[in-house]
């Protein structure tokens, strides 16, 4: 039996278009310094200025600047004051986009992810890498595509109708 080799996701992965990487991320493992390594189940996607729902769409800010940089960059927020949001830039220098890591198989929900993995402020603005202790990795598992469903986004009804009923999550089904 052949023993499949981890393949760290290179930075030209997450300079694609949004919804490609988005969906191309479901099945690959984020995996920290600290020995955890956890499948993405579920990811959403902010994407350009027009995106209403986006920290990006009023223009760029000391706390959205790093979605204006080249994809793979590590966008780090607090939401109610309490909870660590991790995005993972994508797409070309200067056209705002990041996708937010929802969930895992083994842990649901933003918040839980960035406890459960010690994540905080200490990561915004640094790049997926080994040095950064954390990264993506590719195990070789490609979900099919009929097992990812694609969602409106959570919580952005502030958004307007248009951008929040936009199927920008994507979700691995069981």
Not at 62 to 71: K, P, Q
Not at 127 to 139: A, G, H, M, V
Not at 159 to 168: E, L, M, S, V
């Amino acid at each position: 039996m052949m023993a499949t080799m981890n393949k760290l996701l290179s930075k030209n992965f997450f300079e694609r278009p949004t919804l490609t990487v988005c969906e191309d991320l479901i099945g690959k493992y984020l995996v920290s310094k600290n020995g955890l390594a956890l499948m993405i189940t579920e990811v959403e996607a902010y994407d350009g200025f027009d995106d209403k729902a986006s920290h990006a769409s009023s223009g760029k800010t000391s706390r959205n600047e790093i979605m204006f940089e080249s994809g793979g960059y590590i966008y780090m927020y607090l939401i109610y004051g309490m909870y660590w949001m991790l995005n993972i830039v994508t797409g070309q220098k200067d056209y705002p986009a990041a996708i937010l890591i929802r969930g895992a198989k083994e842990v649901s929900g933003p918040g839980r992810l960035t406890k459960h993995l010690n994540l905080d402020k200490s990561f915004n603005k640094k790049i997926l890498s080994k040095e950064t202790r954390l990264w993506i990795e590719d195990r070789g598992f490609y979900p099919a595509k009929k097992l990812i469903r694609k969602t409106p986004r959570i919580g952005v009804a502030y958004a307007g109708p248009i951008w929040a009923n936009k199927p920008y999550r994507f979700v691995m089904q069981s």
